[in-house]
């Protein structure tokens, strides 16, 4: 799968801003890639960023959940997020355990699913963040299977392509081609400086509408032709 030489580059610069800021820079830029409903799931996990390993789970499909899951790990690369697309269903693990450990043992990032997920206290012990629509206690046994890895998916309405940088943090989950994803960093540093000025403006006694209308943040920010 496409690789970005820039990964841990792009990780850590993502450590200082929030998906709030590549929101923002999506806008500006006219891309979309804002997934919403996927939150992070146990306290403190910390944001996570990535080059999505994709896998898809479908109620039709006959192949082993647990062993085609692993064979995506195992085909991973260190650094990569796994991304699981189970079509945000509720009610049915998506992820659980030894994933987890594997996932974890083979220097992925951590886990985004669009659906849900056991062991999170596992997960959470193990410090991997991982991210989905909720927590449940059934098996995915007999009630999923594995349709395969390395394919375009969906998070939500996105899609994800393999390569694809994926973004997460306690405010949702952005997606950004990987062509795309330094000017995208670009400008949401930039909206975060911004952000920043305006606050020290107000804390420095200057009133809230002309610390904004000064920076004109509204007019930065918004999508071009709006």
């Avoid at 479908?58 to 990569?80: H, K, N, W």
Wanted: glycine share 12%; net charge neutral.
């Amino acid at each position: 799968m496409p690789k970005s030489p820039s990964a841990g580059r792009i990780r850590a610069a993502f450590q200082g801003l929030s998906t709030c800021n590549l929101s923002d820079a999506l806008d500006r830029l006219e891309m979309t890639g804002q997934v919403q409903g996927i939150l992070p799931l146990w306290a403190g996990c910390p944001k996570v960023a990535g080059p999505a390993m994709t896998m898809k789970l479908s109620p039709t499909a006959t192949y082993s959940t647990v062993i085609g899951t692993l064979e995506a790990v195992q085909a991973s690369a260190p650094g990569d997020l796994l991304v699981i697309d189970n079509g945000g269903r509720p009610g049915i693990n998506s992820y659980g355990g030894i994933a987890a450990f594997s996932t974890r043992h083979y220097g992925m990032q951590g886990c985004v699913i669009d659906g849900s997920t056991r062991d999170v206290d596992e997960m959470a012990d193990l410090a991997l963040p991982v991210y989905g629509r909720g927590v449940v206690n059934t098996s995915v046994r007999g009630r999923i299977g594995f349709e395969g890895h390395g394919s375009a998916v969906k998070l939500g309405d996105v899609t994800v392509n393999p390569g694809d940088f994926v973004f997460a943090d306690v405010n949702g989950v952005v997606v950004v081609p990987p062509e795309a994803v330094l000017e995208v960093l670009r400008w949401a540093r930039r909206f975060n400086q911004m952000e920043e000025t305006i606050k020290r403006d107000i804390a420095s006694g200057t009133t809230p509408v002309t610390a904004h209308n000064r920076r004109r943040y509204d007019q930065a920010a918004r999508r071009p032709g709006s």
